[in-house]
């Protein structure tokens, strides 16, 4: 898991060390708080999106829209893990 604070945005594939990359189309633009949110569109599995958090001043610059294909970059040492929920058992 990851915040959406921790998620940088591309234009291009990043050519330095990031090794979590991912490609995305732009599906949807929000303001949240003092940040611009930018989702992705829905996964081939059905689940949601990824999402990043950037500055009005970057999504700007990027000149950013949805349907637009960007690649958003997580550092490694901002991923963390948690255990999975053990399963539920039903008893009839």
Known sequence: MFR??????????????P????????????IHGTAVRIRGADQPDGSAGLAADITAASAADLDLA??????FVVKAQEVEL???????TYVN
């Open 4 to 17: 959406p604070s921790a998620v940088a945005v591309h234009l291009d594939p990043p050519h330095a060390s």
């Open 19 to 30: 090794r979590n990359v991912f490609k995305e189309t732009i599906a949807e633009m929000d």
């Open 66 to 71: 949805p349907g637009q294909t960007v690649y």
């Open 82 to 88: 948690h255990p999975a929920l053990p399963a539920l």
